[in-house]
């Protein structure tokens, strides 16, 4: 079992940064893909990217590639997720979540098996 818990998000102007995080607790850490992943009021939640266990790979969705960086630090349980050059359609509510795989990244929710509450990002225009 692992407990996901993210923070950082918050209210920033388009074209600012933000990072958010997601400590994680209970089981090795260091062994589960990390991904994250948004949803915005009324949309799917959207594959955001990921990052494998030692870092060695990390995979981003087109629409913010470029703009966000994923990294970990195993020694901290944690995953970050860098955001900068915000847009507006950035707003939505991020999640992390975990993934019990050696073999591949998943990129989509029903990869991942553990998940956090969420932090709500808003992008102001």
């Known amino acids: 079992q692992v407990q996901l818990v993210e923070s950082g998000g918050g209210l920033v102007q388009a074209g600012g940064s933000l990072r958010v995080s997601c400590a994680a607790s209970?089981?090795?850490?260091?062994?589960?893909?990390m991904g994250w992943f948004r949803q915005a009021p009324g949309k799917e939640r959207e594959f955001v990217g990921a990052?494998?266990?030692?870092?060695?790979?990390?995979y981003s969705a087109d629409s913010v590639k470029g703009r966000f960086t994923i990294s970990r630090d195993n020694a901290k349980n944690t995953v970050y997720l860098q955001m900068n050059s915000l847009k507006p359609e950035d707003t939505a509510v991020y999640y992390c979540?975990?993934?019990?795989?050696?073999?591949?990244?998943?990129?989509?929710?029903?990869?991942?098996?553990?998940w956090g509450q969420g932090t709500q990002v808003t992008v102001s225009s």
């Open positions: 979540a975990a993934a019990g795989v050696f073999t591949h990244i998943p990129r989509t929710r029903s990869g991942y098996d553990y």
């Open positions: 209970g089981r090795s850490f260091s062994s589960y893909v």
């Open positions: 990052i494998t266990q030692s870092s060695g790979s990390t």
